[in-house]
């Protein structure tokens, strides 16, 4: 059993910090890829950062970019996504996703597994 399980969203303002946790079960935790994707209202799905989970390479989307840390505690099995200076464009649904091998995708379809969402909303 793999599947992601987040918390961590709320509502708080522009500027503001809030950080992600996803916890994924597995004992081969240490092999997997895993990435944060959010989801706006009316929005496709799309990639905001990754973590290759052996080495922790981490990849992110332009958007976040010096705003979203993405890391991982391997002894937790457990990745977050730390997020400064929120913009009311952050608003969104935010899932945590496990991709049963090294690397990242920016496509929903490099993973295997998704969590149930957590809301994040950035008020102006």
């Known amino acids: 059993q793999v599947q992601p399980v987040e918390s961590g969203g709320g509502l708080v303002q522009a500027g503001d910090s809030l950080r992600l946790s996803c916890a994924a079960s597995?004992?081969?935790?240490?092999?997997?890829?895993m990435a944060w994707f959010r989801q706006a209202p009316g929005k496709e799905r799309e990639f905001v950062a990754g973590i290759n989970v052996r080495d922790g390479n981490t990849y992110y989307a332009d958007s976040v970019k010096g705003r979203f840390t993405i890391s991982r505690d391997i002894t937790k099995n457990t990745v977050y996504l730390q997020m400064n200076n929120l913009k009311p464009e952050d608003t969104a649904v935010y899932y945590c996703a496990t991709r049963l091998a090294p690397g990242y995708s920016m496509s929903i379809r490099g993973y295997n597994y998704w969590g149930q969402g957590t809301q994040v909303t950035v008020s102006s």
């Open positions: 597995g004992r081969a935790f240490s092999t997997y890829g």
